[in-house]
């Protein structure tokens, strides 16, 4: 059972997410050059805190090696996190830009 409590929704929250902006919002968020740095900034914020609270030397939060892959790169941060930052953050820059459309389509 090795992965599949954090490490499979990770893997698969990724794919869920770009195939919801390129099949359904069609937004064209992936091709703006403020998403890509906003992506920057937040793997550049992500980084020391999740290492902070991960670091196997004193860590804050625990998973339970049943359910992540072991993988833990850079600074011992599980991988999974960095894939469920990036659905995270870009499902919600999807939502605003989506509400967005709608508000001027209503005025």
Do not use: N
Not at 42 to 64: E, M, R
């Amino acid at each position: 059972m090795t992965g599949l409590g954090y490490t499979l929704p990770a893997l698969l929250s990724v794919p869920a997410v770009v195939l919801i902006e390129l099949a359904w919002l069609r937004t064209g968020l992936f091709r703006r050059p403020a998403y890509w740095l906003t992506m920057a900034i937040v793997l550049g914020f992500q980084v020391p805190v999740d290492w902070w609270l991960t670091k196997l030397s004193a860590p804050i939060v625990v998973y339970s090696p049943d359910h992540v892959s072991g993988i833990r790169f850079p600074f011992d941060i599980p991988v999974e996190d960095f894939l469920f930052g990036f659905s995270l953050v870009t499902l919600v820059l999807l939502t605003w830009l989506r509400q967005e459309h709608r508000d001027r389509v209503r005025a």
